[in-house]
């Protein structure tokens, strides 16, 4: 038996939190313990929806536990393609709110979390979205490579701080992350959802869909703004503070990003993907950045500064998996006639559901955001 799937009431919320969840029940239900103490004002309309990505555990169980006594509408879907973007553009044509918030199921929210995401939006018409930090729990101790005054690799375990201060992501070319981030309506039907072709599947490690996401919303002239006092505490894994982690999460970031500059084409080197130099099919500038990254970590390991030397490890293993995953997308091209092909199946396009309606920004144009 699966929780209901109707909401209490047909009028549209103002706000919808949308969580998409894989066999992590446990942990979904501290976070709806957390969404459920919100501190919000009774005259926003909110609801939460629940998006089960083909989960084998005791996930409708939780949700139907908590339903009945819920504060706010809490709805349940079933998205029986696994891949996180299919779960997500599942719930984002399930709600119609003036404001998607977008959270992970292992997350703990601050009391004033859903207030602080949509005021700036609610405030000012040209801001399309919104971003905060995201704090760790940890579940085993920091390991001594990974630093705690700066987030170079914090990625691979989603956390993010970007200080104290607000400010306008385009301004510094920041994007927030998947896990503490709320998006205007109006935008996700101008620019359409989250293409599953980048979208973690699974216990893969492919992603970037967030990052493809505002590719095309900058595309169409989108602004959004950091907000510190939009923040969240994110579990981090035992399992996920090891150096083996970190290099595969670095390794698929590769070949994510090479995937998004096929579909988006600009590379990391600052050139568009098939005007940059090659030699046996891999691109120049990641084969020199791999090269210049381990000369810096064997110099690093010789000054004993471990942290540095995992930092630029990570990054020599970031370009080469960009570099292979590069070759491999021009050699499937070069089969298909020398046609481009952006993306492994450019059909599920219409899965997002992608429409332009914004006026782009002529200097934004081709501009990769950073993540």
Same mark, same amino acid.
């Given at each position: 038996?699966?929780?209901?799937?109707?909401?209490?009431?047909?009028a549209?919320?103002?706000?919808?939190?949308?969580?998409?969840?894989?066999?992590r029940?446990?942990?979904?239900?501290?976070?709806?313990?957390?969404?459920?103490?919100?501190?919000?004002?009774?005259?926003?309309?909110w609801?939460?929806l629940?998006?089960?990505?083909?989960?084998?555990?005791?996930?409708?169980?939780?949700?139907?536990?908590?339903?009945?006594s819920?504060?706010?509408?809490?709805?349940y879907?079933?998205?029986?393609?696994?891949?996180?973007?299919?779960?997500?553009?599942?719930?984002?044509?399930?709600?119609?709110?003036?404001?998607?918030?977008f /959270?992970?199921?292992?997350?703990?929210?601050?009391?004033?979390?859903?207030?602080?995401?949509?005021?700036?939006?609610?405030?000012?018409?040209?801001?399309?979205?919104?971003?905060?930090?995201?704090?760790?729990?940890?579940?085993?101790?920091?390991p001594?490579?990974?630093?705690?005054?700066?987030?170079?690799?914090w990625?691979?375990?989603?956390i993010?701080?970007?200080?104290?201060?607000?400010?306008?992501?385009?301004?510094?070319?920041?994007?927030?992350?998947?896990?503490?981030?709320?998006?205007r309506?109006?935008?996700?039907?101008?620019?359409g959802?989250?293409?599953?072709?980048?979208?973690?599947?699974?216990?893969?490690?492919?992603?970037?869909?967030q990052?493809?996401f505002?590719?095309?919303a900058?595309?169409?002239? +989108?602004?959004?703004?950091?907000?510190?006092?939009?923040?969240?505490?994110?579990?981090?894994?035992?399992?996920?503070l090891?150096?083996?982690?970190?290099?595969?999460?670095?390794?698929?970031?590769?070949?994510?990003?090479?995937?998004?500059?096929?579909?988006?084409?600009?590379?990391?080197g600052?050139?568009?993907?098939?005007?940059?130099?090659?030699? +046996?099919?891999?691109?120049?500038?990641?084969?020199?950045?791999m090269?210049r990254?381990?000369?810096?970590?064997?110099?690093?390991?010789?000054?004993?500064? /471990?942290?540095?030397?995992?930092?630029?490890?990570?990054?020599?293993?970031?370009?080469?998996?960009?570099?292979?995953?590069?070759?491999?997308?021009?050699?499937?091209?070069?089969?298909?006639g020398?046609?481009?092909?952006?993306?492994?199946?450019?059909?599920?396009?219409?899965?997002?559901?992608?429409?332009?309606?914004?006026?782009?920004?002529?200097?934004?144009?081709?501009?990769?955001?950073q993540?």
């Amino acid at each position: 038996m699966y929780p209901s799937t109707a909401t209490e009431n047909s009028a549209v919320p103002l706000a919808t939190v949308l969580i998409c969840t894989f066999n992590r029940a446990n942990l979904l239900g501290e976070t709806l313990e957390s969404l459920s103490a919100l501190n919000v004002s009774t005259a926003i309309k909110w609801d939460v929806l629940i998006v089960d990505n083909r989960s084998t555990d005791h996930t409708p169980a939780v949700v139907r536990a908590f339903q009945s006594s819920y504060p706010v509408p809490l709805r349940y879907l079933y998205e029986p393609q696994q891949g996180k973007s299919y779960a997500l553009n599942t719930g984002l044509n399930a709600t119609r709110s003036r404001f998607v918030l977008f /959270t992970d199921d292992d997350v703990r929210v601050s009391p004033d979390w859903l207030e602080a995401a949509i005021a700036p939006m609610v405030a000012d018409g040209a801001v399309d979205y919104t971003g905060g930090p995201v704090f760790p729990i940890w579940e085993a101790p920091s390991p001594p490579w990974l630093r705690s005054d700066r987030g170079d690799l914090w990625g691979a375990i989603a956390i993010l701080d970007y200080g104290a201060s607000s400010f306008v992501f385009e301004e510094q070319e920041r994007i927030p992350i998947g896990a503490n981030m709320a998006v205007r309506r109006r935008l996700l039907d101008a620019v359409g959802g989250f293409d599953p072709e980048l979208g973690r599947r699974g216990t893969s490690l492919l992603g970037q869909e967030q990052a493809e996401f505002f590719c095309r919303a900058r595309l169409a002239g +989108a602004r959004g703004r950091y907000v510190p006092e939009m923040s969240v505490h994110h579990h981090v894994p035992a399992q996920r503070l090891t150096r083996s982690y970190f290099r595969r999460w670095w390794f698929w970031k590769g070949i994510s990003r090479a995937r998004l500059h096929r579909a988006h084409p600009l590379s990391d080197g600052g050139a568009a993907s098939e005007e940059i130099k090659r030699v +046996a099919g891999f691109p120049v500038f990641a084969i020199a950045e791999m090269a210049r990254n381990v000369a810096r970590c064997f110099g690093s390991l010789l000054r004993r500064d /471990t942290p540095s030397a995992m930092e630029q490890e990570m990054m020599s293993v970031y370009y080469v998996g960009y570099a292979w995953e590069d070759r491999r997308l021009r050699a499937r091209s070069r089969r298909l006639g020398g046609k481009r092909s952006p993306l492994p199946a450019s059909s599920t396009r219409q899965q997002m559901g992608q429409r332009v309606s914004f006026e782009a920004r002529p200097e934004e144009r081709g501009k990769v955001p950073q993540s």
